[in-house]
């Protein structure tokens, strides 16, 4: 097999985080409400893209929070956490969990499963996880958690694209 040499790329050394976030935004990503429960009974939660499955056995995801994030150390301390992952309908719920806000909780619907965990009602799918191991990874620290409970409702995804929220192209049959 021949091997061949593409020029033209660009050095990563040379990208501004602007450049960054546009070449990271070309990934098409779901968009998800992370939630728990704070030491006081607060429910807390903040809109991440940055999910992923990572181990079936175990059941293990991952999710990332900006070092930045006034969320993080309640987030470092935590045993267990949510991941509720967004149907296309769920545009504004996005956005409420993604800006600043001393209640974003405030007329949403939620529970609280057995170990204490905010969810949210309404979700695409619900993970709840242990907080298993965490990664200091740059700018941001990862998550990994262990699935120990979820629920699965089904339907079109909320997506986000190139710095937009996009929806799955409807695909018709001959």
Same mark, same amino acid.
């Given at each position: 097999m021949e091997t061949l040499?593409?020029?033209?790329?660009?050095?990563?050394? *040379?990208? *501004?985080? $602007?450049?960054? $976030?546009?070449?990271?935004?070309?990934?098409?990503?779901?968009?998800?409400?992370? +939630?728990?429960?704070?030491?006081?009974?607060?429910?807390?939660?903040? +809109?991440?893209? @940055?999910?992923? @499955?990572?181990?079936? *056995?175990?059941?293990?995801?991952?999710?990332?929070? *900006?070092? $930045? @994030?006034?969320?993080?150390?309640?987030? $470092?301390h935590i045993e267990h956490f949510a991941i509720n992952i967004l149907g296309a309908d769920q545009e504004d719920l996005s956005n409420r969990f993604a800006r600043p806000s001393d209640d974003k909780f405030e007329d949403v619907d939620y529970y609280r499963c057995d170990n204490g965990t905010a969810v949210l009602d309404g979700a695409l799918a619900t993970l709840v996880c242990r907080n298993e191991r965490q990664i200091d990874a740059g700018d941001h620290l990862i998550f990994i958690g262990e699935i120990h409970h979820y629920s699965l409702a089904g339907g079109q995804p909320l997506l986000f694209h190139g710095g937009q929220y996009q929806s799955l192209a409807q695909t018709c049959s001959a």
């Open positions: 040499i593409k020029t033209g790329l660009l050095s990563a050394s *040379d990208a *501004d985080s $602007r450049t960054l $976030r546009t070449l990271f935004g070309q990934f098409a990503t779901g968009v998800t409400i992370i +939630t728990t429960m704070a030491a006081d009974d607060t429910p807390v939660g903040l +809109t991440a893209n @940055s999910f992923s @499955s990572v181990s079936l *056995d175990p059941a293990l995801v991952l999710w990332s929070l *900006d070092k $930045r @994030s006034p969320n993080l150390e309640l987030f $470092r």
